[in-house]
T-cell receptor, first 115, second 110 residues
Framework: DTEVTQTPKHLVMGMTNKKSLKCEQHMGHRAMYWYKQKAKKPPELMFVYSYEKLSINESVPSRFSPECPNSSLLNLHLHALQPEDSALYLC??????????????FGPGTRLTVT | AQRVTQPEKLLSVFKGAPVELKCNYSYSGSPELFWYVQYSRQRLQLLLRHISRESIKGFTADLNKGETSFHLKKPFAQEEDSAMYYCALSGQGGANNLFFGTGTRLTVIP
């Protein structure tokens, strides 16, 4: 299995809702990432998990809360979001070390709309 | 600070013509450079990286440290090359994080 899967594909939520995005990979990758991509913009890194521990938080607001319950799963918990948080949220994974460590495999993304 | 610049948002070429997508970078250390591609309705995927010095789908890219460039080239463009292309940089250290340029949308005209 060489795919990164993300659920749901689409999500519409109100500003008072709590929701979660899920990401899964079974490639044995020990680094996982969350990116945010606005329309016609490049992906922007949000979080990096390395060996299930948060290693990078790119100054993301606390209304986004990542979680890595095991080496195959990555969640992004959402609470009290703003309309400007509407975007495509991409998950990616990679090997943590070695020659292929920088090759990231991306999921299809979750299209989030905050109303 | 790291920076990746792709000066062309849009690029159109005719089928069979050569294509070059420009990428310049700024980084204080020795970065790793990549080209990622996103075809219509497909996920973002790695096209090639400078350390492997390989040709993928006829594309090549050479890292020019003097000019801090990593331009993507193909001698004869094909219609299936139409896609969004992102140049990306990964710095040293253990982070593996990618910093993307703004992207170039390539359209190959039949």
């Amino acid at each position: 299995d060489t795919e990164v899967t993300q659920t749901p594909k689409h999500l519409v939520m109100g500003m008072t809702n709590k929701k979660s995005l899920k990401c899964e990979q079974h490639m044995g990758h020990r680094a996982m990432y969350w990116y945010k991509q606005k329309a016609k913009k490049p992906p922007e890194l949000m979080f990096v998990y390395s060996y299930e521990k948060l290693s990078i938080n790119e100054s993301v607001p606390s209304r986004f809360s990542p979680e890595c319950p095991n080496s195959s799963l990555l969640n992004l918990h959402l609470h009290a979001l703003q309309p400007e948080d509407s975007a495509l949220y991409l998950c990616a994974s990679s090997q943590r070390t070695g020659t292929n460590a920088h090759e990231q495999y991306f999921g299809p993304g979750t299209r989030l709309t905050v109303t | 600070a790291q920076r990746v610049t792709q000066p062309e948002k849009l690029l159109s070429v005719f089928k069979g013509a050569p294509v070059e997508l420009k990428c310049n970078y700024s980084y204080s250390g020795s970065p790793e450079l990549f080209w990622y591609v996103q075809y219509s309705r497909q996920r973002l995927q790695l096209l090639l990286r400078h350390i492997s010095r390989e040709s993928i789908k006829g594309f090549t890219a050479d890292l020019n440290k003097g000019e801090t460039s990593f331009h993507l080239k193909k001698p004869f463009a094909q219609e299936e090359d139409s896609a969004m292309y992102y140049c990306a940089l990964s710095g040293q250290g253990g982070a593996n994080n990618l910093f993307f340029g703004t992207g170039t949308r390539l359209t190959v005209i039949p």
